[in-house]
């Protein structure tokens, strides 16, 4: 069985800062990662490949610099990896991104055949909308398992426990699926020198519009319904008290002070 | 899109749970009363479920001009299929220009299915919604980049334009408590749900036993970050919670670390809470945690580091250290509180 895994490289926003002049993001400098969910979902993978040998296959879809992404993915175990780029893609909302990731899902399918699951993080932490991957299953007619913190297969379909507000749900659902991942227990893997090695050689092929058939109307800012109005930074300003350089008492009944006065206690 | 003025009325779709909403639901008919009123049009509630028509009446309560409810065993637990074949059915009958869905793990598992067999735009996460009387555009605004920015997004040719909506973000409208008028207001509907189109199965349901966090709820949250050092010092943080009555968060630091399940974490991959006090105990501030609980009426911080960011939205900042303060603090509760 072959597994697909979708990976988005996004800026790591815990480094992003902001200007405290212009309030304006500082984008400089800001590294680039494999989403954070994508990686749970990619260790998913590789774990299920232990487990019951299969195929672990990545893409993405981004520029050229993406393909860092990817090879971080081959460095950790994955088999083969795929960019999936266009000029056309710019611009892509969520609708018009799942249906470019569904076409490269269904191309690979028909390619190389025998696609059981489809992972991905269950949200990017630079978009954080967590659309992407139930949209695929509905551009691919197949069902979705949302939220997945562990995967197991079974003799025709996986199951996957699924978090909910107030505990979790163990849900099952026949194969081919598309399956998004959260926080997973464990680690992730690190990559090995052997696997770092590997990856830095590996010739990424890029599928592009032409490759996948993509109508282009569908794609970019033409085929996404949703336009992006104005952005703008949040203000937080506030005047609040500050105590410092007090006794650990002293402050704390400051507090309780402060607090009682507000009727807070 | 050419009939894109037959699209009408405000939804809110609600969700329910054995026949229970969530709260979140409801919390949602105040900005829809908000999109309803200016544009003249009605605010209707959409809840499919088991024995729901209880919640229905809530909703009619609350403020809804209509509730359509949906009534069905097969219902009585949510599946994508099921809600996603009920739901599209039930809009290419009545074309709702626009739907509001709370953002639980459900709902964003329902929103974006829907959205994508609708071929339309979906806002997640929104924090503020407006609309154009002109146009009837909704102006959705939300967060990205993890907070550090905030977006407006507009879904200008496509109908229905739909959006979901954090827990917490907003209070629930105060109901007005005649029964008969919110009876009146009900109307039950069905949809042909196909057996064989459901393929997912829920094999077992595990409620986790640790205790209830309903921090969407509480009046109170105190809260610990990575400052508090390791998990057992969490226990200064329950105490304290303890002695206000109050629920017991964390930020996402903790809980990558093992030390508090996630249902605890507050911020941008958390909750959003919006409490009467938020005690923030060994928390940097990172804008992802202040995106989550910045709602909050007063915030109260506690921290070593007298640069952290946490300071900048905090009412009364302490600076020193946390195992040191709140064993104090909570002296000085109790004496306040003369116990």
């Keep these: 069985m072959k597994i697909i895994v979708c990976v988005k490289q996004v800026p790591d926003t815990t480094e992003i800062k902001i200007d405290p002049v212009t309030n304006t993001l500082i984008r400089a400098g800001v590294p680039s990662i494999v989403n954070p969910y994508d990686a749970y979902a990619l260790e998913t993978a590789l774990r299920l490949k232990e487990r019951y040998g299969a195929e672990v296959l990545v893409i993405s879809m981004g520029p050229e610099q993406a393909k860092e992404a990817l090879k971080e993915c081959l460095a950790v175990g994955a088999d083969r990896a795929w960019l999936i780029s266009d000029r056309a893609f710019g611009g892509s909302d969520t609708l018009a991104t799942s249906f470019v990731l569904s076409r490269a899902v269904a191309w690979l399918s028909k390619e190389l055949g025998d696609v059981g699951l489809i992972l991905c993080g269950k949200q990017a932490i630079d978009g954080d909308t967590a659309q992407v991957g139930p949209e695929m299953a509905e551009h691919l007619d197949l069902p979705q398992l949302t939220y997945a913190s562990d995967a197991e297969l079974s003799e025709d379909g996986v199951l996957v426990k699924r978090e909910n507000d107030d505990g979790y749900d163990m849900i099952k659902t026949k194969l081919p699926a598309v399956v998004t991942v959260t926080k997973i227990s464990g680690e992730t893997r690190l990559p090995s020198i052997k696997g770092k090695m590997r990856a830095s050689k590996a010739e990424i092929p890029v599928l592009t519009a032409q490759t996948l058939e993509i109508d282009v109307e569908k794609c970019g800012l033409k085929g996404s319904p949703t336009k992006v109005k104005k952005t703008f930074t949040p203000v937080r300003t506030k005047t609040g008290i500050k105590v410092e350089g007090k006794t650990a008492a002293e402050a704390a009944a400051g507090m309780a002070g402060f607090l009682d006065e507000k009727k807070l206690v | ?339």
């Design chain 2, 1 to 339: 899109m050419e009939q894109k003025q037959e699209y009408k009325n405000i939804w809110v779709f609600i969700e329910t749970e054995e026949g229970k909403a969530k709260p979140v639901g409801f919390e949602l008919l105040t900005p829809g009363r908000l999109l309803a009123d200016k544009i003249g049009e009605k605010l209707v509630a959409v809840i499919p479920g088991y024995g729901v028509r209880e919640a229905a009446r809530q909703a009619a309560a609350y403020g809804a001009d209509e509730v359509l409810f949906i009534e069905g065993e097969e219902y009585r637990n949510y599946r994508t299929d099921v809600y996603a074949d009920c739901m599209t059915e039930l809009v290419e009958r009545h074309r709702p220009l626009v739907i509001l869905m709370g953002a639980t793990n459900n709902g964003r598992d329902l929103g974006p299915r829907l959205a994508c067999r609708l071929k339309t735009g979906l806002t997640a996460d929104c924090t503020a919604l407006d609309i154009d009387s002109m146009t009837k555009n909704v102006e959705w605004t939300r967060p990205a980049f993890g907070g550090n920015l905030m977006a407006t997004i507009l879904c200008p040719e496509h109908r229905p334009q739909m959006g979901t909506v954090r827990p917490g973000v907003f209070k629930k409208p105060v109901p007005d408590e005649d029964g008969s008028a919110a009876e009146q207001k009900l109307i039950g509907e069905s949809a042909g749900i196909k057996p064989e189109r459901i393929r997912t199965e829920i094999v077992e349901r595990i409620k986790e036993v640790v205790q209830s966090v309903n921090l969407e709820e509480a009046e109170i949250i105190v809260s610990g970050g990575r400052g508090i050092g390791k998990a057992e010092n969490f226990s200064y943080i329950r105490e304290l919670a303890d002695v206000l009555g109050g629920a017991v968060g964390s930020s996402r630091a903790c809980v990558d670390a093992d030390w508090i399940p996630h249902a605890h974490q507050v911020g941008q991959t958390g909750k959003t809470v919006a409490p009467k006090l938020y005690i923030a105990c060994g928390i940097s501030g990172a804008i992802q945690h202040l995106a989550g609980m910045s709602g909050a009426e007063t915030i109260v911080a506690i921290n070593k580091d007298p640069d952290a960011p946490i300071f900048g939205v905090a009412d009364y900042g302490i600076v020193g250290d946390l195992l040191e303060v709140i064993p104090e603090l909570i002296r000085e509760i109790k004496k306040v509180k003369e116990i």
